[in-house]
């Protein structure tokens, strides 16, 4: 069993800024993330609205560099995943795939999951050409891509994507997108990118190439879009599957007296944002280290 005073789950914007701020304070945490730091900034086209950055950073470059602050602290992560939570007295109990942990605080900054596509609308499609995550691998380029969704990431992916030398099509279910303005009309200056409105995806198949078939319902009737890859971005939901019972649309706000701390996307909602998750971590690791300050009377 590993002891440690603080566990962290999730090594993205909120939970590396709160194991930065703990060591700082201190504190040596341990922190716990399954894939590499950054979380879904890897994914992000551009980032403009971060602080520090007047002319924006890609997503990856930010992560990059949030793992670079991590190792100039002396925090490496523990790679493995969460696979439950549990209360034992004063401590607070993490099993992961190789391992089983004992914390006093638990910071739960393991933010969120794509949403996925309901398994009968795809079923008749190729697997391997459904992008996971939302992810557009760095080796498609000169590829037809559907682009399902009409918000944010949908149109970030579309910009990337296009940027990849890939032609793009978003398929919006709603009559406008909901996207930022300065989004669509990016994507509107793209040559490469298509979008419809209204264009509500009914099923995903396969054509005689391998290649995808989204049959389509809008105003004007039904439309096949054919194309060789078809990329989701239909919302994301808390990534919360190692709590028993947690709640579909985000968890209960505990407090440090329950030894549990929500921190950044896992407990916002619509209002996930890198510097507020970062922000949220720093404050996550402040009342910690004020609870065990009380508990060791120096406080």
Known sequence: MIAVPVAIIGAGPAGAAAAVQLVRQGIDPLLVERDRPGGLLRQANLVENYPGFPGGISGRELAGRIAEQLTAHGIVPLRDAVISLSRQGRLVLLKTAAAVISSGYVII?????????????????????????????????????????????????????????????????????????????????????????????????????????????????????RADYVLPAIGRTPELGFLEGAPEHGPRRETARDRLLFAGDVGNGRYRHAAIAAGEGVKAAMIIHEMLRTENGTL
């Open 109 to 225: 900054a393991s933010g969120t999951r794509p949403r996925r596509l309901d398994p009968a609308l795809v079923a008749g499609a190729p697997e391997e050409r459904i992008l996971a995550d939302g992810m557009v691998p760095g080796s498609i380029t000169g590829a037809h891509i559907a682009v399902i969704g009409g918000g944010d990431a949908a149109f970030d992916y579309a910009l990337a994507a296009a940027a990849a030398d890939n032609r793009v099509t978003i398929l919006c279910r709603s009559e406008a997108v909901r996207c930022l303005p300065l989004l669509a009309e990016r994507a509107a200056g793209a040559e490469a990118i298509t979008c419809h409105t209204s264009f509500r995806v009914l099923r995903i198949g396969c054509d005689g190439e391998g290649r995808c078939e989204l049959l389509c319902e809008h105003r004007g009737g039904r439309e096949i879009v």
